[in-house]
């Protein structure tokens, strides 16, 4: 899941200063570029990224921010929309570069997670952090904009706005999967392949057609090797290039890591269980406090939440003239809040709120992990995220749906609507077949040794997950003590941002070790 609701918060408080332009590694021929790659691959990788400024790539009111400073310098990378027919139509990925301020050892190509969060502010953000510096010094640092999101093109639409005000799409797909029909599954494949520019494109957005565009991203920067930070879905992005390229990987950090070995449905257990722990551990810290609206009893924290939020099912509380909190809205602005403890307030403040009958702060806080604009439109990086989950996921039969929905909820169920209602794949009328699956990156010979983070209490990529991707790709292991997702660098913890910044411009994993938050 994606990390935008704290780092939306440090781009209110963040400034972008001192980014000054550094030495830059002098350009690789196209030949040096394209070397082991098939001939009709290359003139995707011998090309040169012309960078200019970037103000003319923000596409979100965040990146209108972040984009005009001095410092940034953006490009346009073309690749295969279909690598299996480079001959066809090509897609443009966005692409943004801070270059070292001191003598680089290459790029730092960063991964938000998501899928699909917008990458290109996500790489102007990091360099605002304390744990940034070191790292500057000797990477260029580097964000793309995935394929079908932000700046990149062919851009996906799948819903319009006013559907995306109503719930129709939700950051968890699964709720979607709750309430679709079949007629409607099929509906929202041909409304995404009609305004995604055809079936082709949005059957050309998974995980695997991502990593391919990595390697022609590393070459096209002049590096012959990768180095690579990805936090949560990253994680697995991460996994999945060096599956495929594990000759070209120089150093690779997975913050927030992915049980590759798990399929959908265990997988979906383990992350809903942990977003139930993380709920008890809110919960439990709500009751020290004066007038917590969950009551002063961790135990019953979920009941008194279900008598809070149960009754928006049927009657959800108007917010103005045109909006209302629906339990969907109210459920994911909880959801989103347990990303970290400092949002926990979020959560408490809202849940009060609402016993008041006022639905304003927990709609905000669902507009938030929404990414609501000012003028009230969308960014598309969720819909961006629902075409690379219908890429890579294993499909369904209903039946085997409302199962492991009833598994997720049996693990969750402070986000049990009490309906009982059965569920159907959101995928399940999607124009292509799905590419990725479970295993994966197993057993995968001659990848270095990486280096694997994992917080003890992440709620949306759980330690055992993180523990298990450390033990496939036979990784060092950073174990933070905390409750947030992910934190290399947006953590602004010294001990964690020490360790990687060491493995990074020293390509040596260290041993496992352990922080604190």
């Given at each position: 899941?994606?990390r935008l609701?704290?780092?939306?918060s440090l781009?209110a ?7 000054a332009?550094?030495c ?7 030949a ?7 001939p009709?691959?290359s003139?995707?990788?011998?090309q040169?990224?012309a ?7 923000a596409?979100?009111?965040?990146d209108?921010?972040?984009f005009?400073h ?14 299996e027919?480079?001959g066809?139509?090509?897609a443009e990925?966005?692409?943004l570069?801070v270059p ?5 050892i290459?790029?730092?190509?960063v991964n ?5 969060s917008?990458g ?7 360099t ?5 510096a ?7 640092l580097?964000?793309?904009d995935?394929?079908g999101?932000g700046a ?17 799409l ?8 709750e309430?679709w029909s079949?007629?409607?599954t099929?509906?929202v ?7 995604s ?7 050309h ?7 391919r565009?990595?390697?022609v991203?590393r ?24 599956e495929?390229f594990p000759e070209?990987?120089?150093t690779?950090?997975?913050d927030g890591?992915?049980?590759p070995?798990?399929?959908i449905q265990?997988r ?8 139930q722990?993380?709920f ?9 406090r ?9 135990a019953?924290a979920t009941?008194?939440?279900?008598e809070?939020v149960r009754?928006l099912?049927?009657?959800?509380v108007s917010?103005?003239?045109?909006r209302r ?6 459920v994911?602005a909880?959801l989103f809040s347990?990303y ?9 403040d ?8 006022r ?6 806080a ?11 439109s ?6 961006g995220?629902f ?5 890579d996921?294993?499909?369904q039969?209903?039946?085997q749906?409302?199962?492991m929905?009833?598994r997720?909820l049996?693990?969750?169920?402070f ?13 399940e009328?999607?124009?292509s077949a799905p ?5 994966y ?6 990848l270095?040794?990486t280096?694997v983070v994992s917080v ?9 997950g993180?523990?298990a ?10 174990t ?5 997702h992910?934190?290399v660098l947006?953590?602004?913890?010294p ?13 040596e ?5 352990r922080?604190?938050?």
């Amino acid at each position: 899941m994606s990390r935008l609701p704290r780092l939306r918060s440090l781009l209110a408080l963040a400034a972008l200063v001192g980014l000054a332009a550094g030495c830059v590694a002098a350009p690789a021929t196209g030949a040096d570029r394209a070397r082991g790659t098939p001939p009709e691959l290359s003139p995707f990788y011998g090309q040169e990224l012309a960078f200019g400024p970037c103000a003319d790539y923000a596409i979100t009111d965040k990146d209108r921010a972040l984009f005009p400073h001095d410092g940034l310098e953006c490009a346009r990378l073309r690749v295969p929309l279909d690598y299996e027919d480079p001959g066809g139509r090509t897609a443009e990925l966005g692409v943004l570069r801070v270059p070292a301020r001191g003598e680089p050892i290459g790029s730092l190509v960063v991964n938000p997670g998501g899928p699909a969060s917008p990458g290109m502010a996500h790489a102007a953000l990091l360099t605002t952090l304390p744990g940034y510096a070191r790292i500057g010094e000797r990477f260029d640092l580097v964000g793309f904009d995935m394929r079908g999101t932000g700046a990149s093109t062919p851009t996906v639409d799948c819903f319009t706005d006013d559907e995306r005000r109503q719930d129709r799409l939700v950051a968890s797909f699964f709720f979607g999967g709750e309430t679709w029909s079949e007629a409607e599954t099929a509906r929202v494949a041909r409304r995404c392949a009609d305004g995604s520019g055809g079936a082709e494109v949005i059957g050309h957005l998974g995980s695997r057609d991502t990593a391919r565009d990595m390697d022609v991203l590393r070459a096209a920067l002049g590096d012959d090797r990768l180095n690579f930070l990805g936090a949560s879905y990253g994680t697995r992005l991460g996994a999945v290039y060096g599956e495929m390229f594990p000759e070209r990987v120089r150093t690779m950090v997975l913050d927030g890591g992915i049980d590759p070995n798990l399929r959908i449905q265990e997988r979906m257990v383990q992350q809903f269980a942990g977003f139930q722990r993380s709920f008890d551990a809110m919960a439990a810290d709500c009751a020290t406090r004066r007038g917590c609206p969950l009551g002063d009893d961790p135990a019953r924290a979920t009941t008194r939440f279900h008598e809070l939020v149960r009754p928006l099912v049927d009657d959800p509380v108007s917010v103005g003239p045109e909006r209302r909190l629906t339990y969907r809205g109210a459920v994911e602005a909880v959801l989103f809040s347990l990303y970290q403890q400092e949002a926990w307030p979020t959560i408490t403040d809202g849940l009060t709120a609402l016993s008041e009958g006022r639905g304003g702060p927990l709609l905000a806080a669902r507009d938030a992990a929404h990414d609501i604009q000012a003028d009230g439109s969308y960014s598309t990086f969720l819909e961006g995220a629902f075409a690379t989950h219908c890429n890579d996921r294993e499909r369904q039969s209903p039946e085997q749906e409302t199962a492991m929905r009833g598994r997720m909820l049996a693990a969750a169920p402070f986000m049990d609507d009490g309906r009982g209602t059965p569920a159907r794949d959101v995928c399940e009328a999607w124009p292509s077949a799905p590419t990725l699956g479970a295993p994966y990156a197993t057993d995968i010979p001659g990848l270095p040794r990486t280096l694997v983070v994992s917080v003890t209490g992440d709620p949306a990529a759980p330690h055992e997950g993180g523990i298990a991707l450390a033990g496939t790709l036979r990784a060092a292991l950073l174990t933070v003590q905390g409750e947030r997702h992910g934190a290399v660098l947006v953590a602004a913890n010294p001990c964690i941002d020490d360790a990687v910044a060491d493995y990074l411009i020293d390509a040596e994993a260290p041993a496992d070790a352990r922080c604190t938050l």
